[in-house]
């Protein structure tokens, strides 16, 4: 596994004014992609603001591919109904995980930011901060193909033991 550069942790914070799916409510999780890559959060009953606050942890190889993420609505006797998706390109969390290694950076440091554009789902601004010796990025996006929703998350770079810096 020579072209793998490290870990990816996902933090899926919450779900804001998610789509209702069922009759008032919804019960929600998300699947994050990557590659061949697929976790999945738990399911949040009846609720369209849930917190989940789940772990999920993506190996991350050359090429860098964007993370997918999905938001269904858990059903019993039918199909799961689709709440919207995001895509959230990782390069400029990569980009600032290398730029960590190669400088002696003070704790606290924004080491950059991202603008939300038409290009992203961005919901807001999102920096890429340097916080007692790792790299976290703080991001809301807003769903895709969907009436409404947000989902917050939090990325936090795990180097793989015995690798060196990217």
Known sequence: MENQLGLLRIRILRGINLAIRDFRSSDPYV????????????????????EWNDDLTLCIAEPILPIKLQVYDKDTFSRDDKMGDAELDIV?????????????????????????????????????VYENGKIVQNVFLRLRNVECG?????LHWIDIPGSKCL
């Open 31 to 50: 699947i994050v992609r990557m590659g061949r890559q697929k976790l999945k959060t738990r399911v949040v009953k009846k609720n369209v603001n849930p």
């Open 150 to 154: 947000e989902i917050e998350l939090q």
């Open 92 to 128: 400029p969390f990569i980009n600032a995980v290398r730029t960590k290694c190669a400088k002696n950076i003070p704790s606290g440091t924004i080491i950059t930011k991202i603008i939300p554009s038409r290009q992203n789902c961005y919901s807001e601004e999102s920096c890429i």
